[in-house]
């Protein structure tokens, strides 16, 4: 047969990636097994997965492990898995391309600065061409289960620029990645007792045993294998017997994150439905949190055997994907399969029940760990709060949980919660008040906050993307109604005087006609026009309907190739204010001075006019004619 060997090019990606790898993890080289391990682990249990449908898959080798091994005399190491394997296109789709966006935002985040991307690395994982910081050559040897011998493939790279690619025979299923160690890097890694701590240390908690030869009596290695790591699934242990450092290490091992997690809840449920959970709650985000796809997600097992991740948030809703961890169930049957998570009565019972204690977990952290928690909320709050449009029947206890920025303290922080909010209310009253915008400081500018501001009366900045759809799912709390003070008509209920209502109608009524010219003017571009009740510096506002979505959100929807029902804006006046005394006494140029006093409160909501061309010819007219006045 032959052996096909040709030699191709790396994305130039992997090139910068290797030097850069190569230049900056000097200080922490020992990763690359890490790496390849957990690799290898991921592979088996693929594997693993794949042969519940297809058995014969196994091929009478089941007992999956990772074999680290390594000849001082050639100088190199080895890492072998007898996993899932990789036929020639995948190991050219997973070894010379950077396919996934994850090492393209890598790319992106990429400071210059080598003590930082050295972090930055470790954050990512960056895998399997980490095996260069330590080997000037490195050899993959491959071949994907169920197939025969002979469509082995050898894959062999200097880190250089090029990789050649080879069909080999290989009479066994699996991967092994032979390094070729550097010459500086020989006498610290060819041995047997370094190996195995640096094991300990990062690869301990693999469910899977990762062995290594046996010391003969001649202090040599022998012929026998023996298990090195502690191979046991730790969530299948008592609490009390596991230490927080090795709750931490195990998370390393889940996430794929190696920071720490902020908190972690580890629970055995006995009864009608048996499952083991072990739910993590990260301390920093990861890239892909805002991403559609996820690669990581919690990890479904059944009897300890490895299932999925919930990439598709069948375990956990899309609200709490940022929690990692385990759950092991024991009454699913092994063969699961994702058709049969769906409407699955177990699945549903331990969703619920995880939902729940991720909650619980986080409830806690606010009350007896406050600044906690706003770490949290600054890296996961836009996720939660997705929640109560997805979660309906826990949303009491997500508004609890949520966070805002509010006129309070004007601060961008969103640390205000609805009770702290409703503990601050004054008597009368009885509306949560907030306004959403682009940005915070088109909230925190609106004129739509002028009287609240003035009365003291405190409102909800709200600037994130998701606010809309929340404010839309969550419209009260706590018998309290959430109320846009931008939307509608601003109802104060008693927290306005009698006198203050009189004044209110009486300027009405003399505004009477200046409203009805103006609406005049303005024709079919507005809804209504009104007397305003909650300006007192802004001439003008714009509300929109209580249903209606915020400007810029229409805005946002139509860049994106949404068909969006234009809504009219109701323009709302501040007949007090001089620019409308001004404007009443104009004759030729009304229309022109009314034009302008919605352009300019659309501009100030944070929407786009129509004809921004003819506002600045306005405008300019205007000033000219003022200019002429004051000469
Ligand atoms: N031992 C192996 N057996 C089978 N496939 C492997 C093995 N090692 C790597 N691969 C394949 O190569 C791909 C790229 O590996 P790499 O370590 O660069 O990233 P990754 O493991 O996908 O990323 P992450 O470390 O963030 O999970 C893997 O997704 C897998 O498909």
């Known amino acids: 047969m032959t052996t096909h060997k040709e030699t191709l090019q790396f994305q130039t990606e992997i090139n910068q990636l290797l030097h850069l790898m190569i230049h900056s993890l000097y200080s922490n080289k020992e990763i690359f097994l890490r790496e390849l391990i957990s690799n290898a682990s991921d592979a088996c249990d693929k594997l693993r997965f794949e042969a519940l449908a297809d058995p014969s898959l196994m091929a009478g080798d089941s007992e999956l492990n990772v074999k680290v091994d390594f000849d001082a005399e050639n100088g190199t190491l080895s890492i072998r898995d007898n996993g899932i394997g990789m036929n020639r296109d995948e190991v050219i789709a997973n070894i010379g391309t950077i396919a996934k966006s994850g090492t393209k935002e890598f790319f992106e985040r990429l400071s210059g600065d080598q003590s930082k991307d050295a972090k930055l690395i470790g954050q990512f994982g960056v895998g399997f061409y980490s095996a260069f910081i330590v080997a000037d050559r490195v050899t993959l040897n491959t071949r994907r289960a169920g197939m025969e011998a002979e469509h082995g493939v050898r894959w062999e790279s200097d880190g250089t620029g090029a990789y050649t690619l080879e069909t080999v025979d290989l009479p066994e299923r699996g991967t092994e990645i032979v390094l070729h160690l550097r010459e500086e890097e020989r006498s610290d890694f060819l041995n047997a007792w370094r190996l195995r701590s640096i094991i300990n240390k990062y690869s301990d908690h693999v469910p899977l045993p990762i062995l290594m030869r046996k010391t003969g009596d001649d202090q040599q290695p022998g012929d ?12 299948q242990r008592a609490k009390s017997e596991i230490s927080d450092a090795e709750y931490k290490e195990f998370y390393q091992y889940v996430s794929h994150d190696y920071g720490e997690p902020l908190a972690w809840a580890h629970n055995r449920v006995e009864g009608r439905l048996e499952y083991t959970s072990l739910l993590y709650i990260p301390g920093k985000a990861p890239f892909d949190l805002w991403e559609p796809n996820q690669t990581h997600g919690i990890k479904l097992y059944v009897q300890r055997v490895f299932i999925m991740d919930d990439t598709e948030h069948q375990i956990l809703p899309r609200y709490l994907r940022f929690v990692r961890g385990v759950i092991d169930s024991s009454d699913l049957p092994l063969n699961v399969s994702r058709e049969i998570l769906q409407g699955n009565r177990v699945i549903d019972q331990m969703r619920s029940g995880s939902v729940k204690r991720v909650l619980g977990l ?12 706003q770490n949290f909320w600054n890296e996961f709050g836009r996720a939660l709060k997705e929640g ?14 949520l966070r805002f920025a509010s006129t309070h303290s004007d601060n961008e922080t969103q640390n205000v919660s609805l009770t702290d ?43 994130d993307r998701v606010d809309e759809w929340l404010t839309s799912h969550l419209q009260e709390f706590e018998g309290k109604s959430l109320a846009s003070v931008a939307k509608g008509t601003l ?113 100030a909501e944070g929407g786009q006019l129509e004809d921004p061309a003819g506002f600045v010819a306005r405008l300019n007219q205007l000033m000219l004619a003022l200019a002429d006045q004051s000469h």
């Open 421 to 463: 909010y409703i503990g601050r209310m004054p008597e009368g009253q009885d509306k949560i008040y907030y306004i959403t915008a682009d940005t915070f400081i088109a909230a925190k500018n609106s004129p739509q906050l002028e009287l609240l501001r003035k009365k003291g009366i405190e409102v909800l900045l709200l600037s």
């Open 491 to 603: 109802d104060l209920g008693s927290i306005e005087t009698e006198e203050e209502r009189k004044s209110q109608e009486e300027i009405e009524k003399t505004a009477e006609g200046l409203v009805e010219r103006i609406k005049n003017a303005l024709g079919d571009r507005v809804e209504a026009v009104r007397v305003s009740h909650r300006l007192t510096s802004s001439p003008a506002c714009i509300v929109l309907g209580e249903r209606d979505m915020a400007l810029y959100m229409q805005q946002l929807l139509k860049q994106a190739g949404h068909e969006i029902p234009s809504t009219k804006p109701t323009l709302e006046i501040n007949p007090g204010h001089p620019m409308l005394a001004r404007i009443e006494q104009e004759d030729a140029r009304f229309a022109e001075w009314s034009s302008l006093l919605l352009d300019q409160a659309i501009l």
């Open 362 to 373: 986080l409830e806690d952290m606010a009350v007896n760990e406050p600044e906690k928690y």
């Open 388 to 401: 109560p449009g997805e979660d309906f029947a826990n949303r009491e206890q997500i508004a609890r949980l």
């Open 224 to 235: 026998t294998w023996e298990t090195i790591n502690k191979a046991s699934a730790l969530w």
